[in-house]
């Protein structure tokens, strides 16, 4: 989850910078504030320091962003899904040290979970929940079974047969054969959708309830790469401005004489309207050349098809 880690290290460090030049405005030269002068850029930092107090406070308890690197989760996430999670469903731990609070729900059997890596806590991981606390988690021939009973998975996916991964990693392969276990109370196991490619429960073990971020909630945007992003961008300018022009020609059209007694500067603004959708309709067709009509339009079709789906 590289970039939307690296964005919220950014914007801790943007936080901290501008919580510094508060601080300084206060209390280290108030004259500087005080001074009508510099009312407008006084105004505007306090803007952007409570602006962002607010978004880090409702990321720290409420949602935060992910996005996901690995197909460990495929199909259910694919790689280039953005996320939202929900850091509130299953209540807090202190730095990932203390007992649950606030913890209204429990993580139940089947939900997608995003949690700090038990070994590298500077990572952070998303599998399914497979098992609860009591819970017996047992893999005969790739079959999930849990307390004894056959699980049916419409979400797994294999990248092999059982007996191609016996013989490709030996009788002793977890993918194939595991357990049984029983889970551990405070204890959860957790596994990737993408059953043959998954480095989950079965290989660093029960996942304690301490490490738990959040429940998976929905995709908001899957990454279609920049320079088809760049062309939908272009793209969206151009129909947002098309809007604006017709919107503003209805307006002047409806106006009194006064108001619409000066065509010439209407005329300038419609101009703008028109270089600026020439401009970026040029724009994307340049790009879409380069890149290539087919991979755009397979890029929107998974856009669209992805874009505000709810995880399940």
Request: glycine share 6%; with cysteine; hydrophobic share 45%.
């Amino acid at each position: 989850m590289n970039l939307i880690e690296n964005l919220n290290s950014i914007l801790w460090v943007l936080f901290g910078v501008l919580s510094l030049v508060e601080a300084l405005l206060r209390w280290g030269i108030p004259a500087y504030r005080k001074n009508p002068a510099n009312a407008g850029m006084v105004e505007t930092i306090d803007s952007f320091w409570i602006a962002m107090a607010v978004a880090l406070s409702l990321k720290a308890v409420w949602v935060q962003p992910f996005t996901i690197p690995s197909g460990s989760m495929e199909d259910t996430l694919q790689v280039g899904d953005y996320i939202l999670v929900k850091k509130y469903e299953y209540g807090y731990s202190f730095l990932n040290h203390t007992p649950r609070f606030l913890d209204f729900h429990k993580p139940q059997r089947r939900d997608v979970v995003v949690f700090v890596f038990p070994q590298d806590p500077s990572k952070d991981f998303i599998k399914r929940c497979i098992g609860t606390p009591g819970d017996v988690i047992e893999l005969r021939k790739a079959d999930l079974y849990v307390n004894g009973q056959l699980q049916v998975e419409p979400y797994v996916k294999h990248m092999g047969t059982p007996d191609l991964i016996l013989k490709e990693e030996g009788p002793d392969s977890v993918k194939v054969n595991f357990g049984p276990v029983t889970i551990q109370p405070g204890h959860y196991f957790m596994m990737g959708d993408n059953r043959d490619n998954s480095y989950d429960s079965r290989y660093w073990g029960q996942l304690d309830e301490q490490m738990i971020k959040g429940k998976a909630w929905f995709i908001y945007y899957h990454g279609v790469g920049i320079p088809d992003f760049l062309a939908l961008l272009a793209l969206v300018v151009a129909a947002v401005s098309t809007l604006m022009m017709l919107f503003d020609l209805v307006v002047k059209r409806s106006s009194s004489p006064a108001e619409a007694a000066d065509s010439k500067a209407r005329m300038d603004i419609l101009k703008n309207y028109l270089f600026t959708i020439v401009l970026c309709c040029v724009l994307a067709g340049i790009i879409v050349g380069v890149t290539g009509l087919e991979t755009f339009k397979d890029n929107c079709q998974a856009l669209k098809a992805r874009m505000f789906m709810t995880i399940k």
